[in-house]
């Protein structure tokens, strides 16, 4: 019987009232708002208490990597000042969670569209919640070889940690919106998407990760060279198509870290690094790869090339499809 003055509510089945949740790893903050619409019935916000609780659980149980165990970034003030340790308040923990209902089929969507972000998100275990014999049990999806470097990356990049806007989450739905209703035919983006994913299962410093980016790019742009034309080369093809859509797409590739050199010299480099990495010899930055300055550095942009191209591919699949031909 209910009370007076009150209608008496449906019945709330159990597993409507547990959420499921990702837990994205390198959230600094939310500057607009305290949570963020990503698609339907899933949102970026703080975790919870009980939420944080399970998360640190999983990762105690899974931190392979030494250190982070002990230095919990996401409880301390980050980059790490040096010296004294200084714990933040609880409220301002870094735990941040994608929460939602269903399958994680779409947190599966959602991580691929962040990939290819340029604010770059990373989602790390999810906890999703069921009925089994009428008794609520969890299960845990993971990538245990990309978790462990991404926490890896988590305990001494000074820069792992981001500020999320409401712009960045924009982007990542227009991306996400475009890896839907893409066809593979001219382009198979989901397919190079898959080996960008794959790449962060190896250690951030491996050459090998450098060559597999080069890979991609050179997938997305270039055709078998011809023998008897000498400017129909790889390297040629990448460095023209790269200039060409360095002026579709805003902003351009970031050449800040290279001491003002050009385009051209500064992929000239990058092939000459691709070359010695495929065929053994170690890298030598103090010398004609001094442009390039370090591994970090390359890294950084042949990453941010192949994604700038990977999204240009979504929105314009017939240009890179003739692109690449040509």
């Known amino acids: 019987m209910s009370e007076p003055g009150h209608s008496q509510s449906a019945p709330t089945s159990l597993t409507s009232r547990v959420r499921n949740y990702a837990f994205v790893m390198n959230v600094n903050r939310l500057t607009d708002a305290t949570h963020y619409a990503l698609v339907q019935n899933h949102e970026l916000r703080r975790a919870e208490p009980d939420e944080i609780a399970v998360i640190k659980g999983i990762l105690d149980r899974v931190a392979i990597v030494p250190t982070l165990q002990w230095l919990r970034p996401w409880e301390r003030q980050w980059p790490h000042p040096g010296g004294t340790v200084q714990f933040l308040p609880e409220a301002e923990w870094r735990y941040f969670v994608i929460a939602f209902q269903g399958s994680n089929a779409t947190v599966a969507d959602l991580e691929t569209a962040f990939d290819l972000s340029p ?30 470097h991404v926490l890896d990356s988590a305990t001494r990049d000074d820069a792992f940690f981001l500020d ?37 299962a190896l250690p951030h410093d491996s050459p090998l990760r450098f060559l597999g980016y080069f890979a991609v790019l050179e997938a997305l742009l270039t055709h078998p060279p011809k023998p008897s034309d000498p400017y129909d080369s790889i390297t040629r093809q990448v460095k023209q198509k790269l200039a060409l859509l360095d002026h579709r797409w805003q902003p351009g590739l970031d050449y800040g870290s290279f001491g003002g050199a050009s385009h051209d010299t500064i992929w000239s480099r990058m092939y000459s690094y691709r070359s010695r990495v495929a065929h053994g010899a170690a890298p030598d930055f103090s010398g004609e790869l001094a442009p390039l300055r370090n591994h970090v550095t390359a890294l950084r942009l042949i990453k941010e090339a192949v994604k700038a191209v990977m999204r240009q591919a979504l929105k314009e699949p017939q240009l890179l499809a003739d692109l690449r031909e040509c």
């Open 164 to 200: 999320v806007s409401l712009s960045d989450i924009e982007t990542t739905r227009a991306i996400l919106s475009l890896l839907r209703e893409h066809d593979p035919r001219l382009v198979d983006i989901k397919r190079l998407a898959t080996q960008l994913s794959h790449l962060k």
């Open 119 to 148: 604010l770059e998100l990373e989602i790390g275990p999810t906890v999703i919640h069921d009925l089994l014999e009428n008794q609520l049990a969890h299960g845990l999806a993971l990538h245990p070889g990309r978790l462990f």
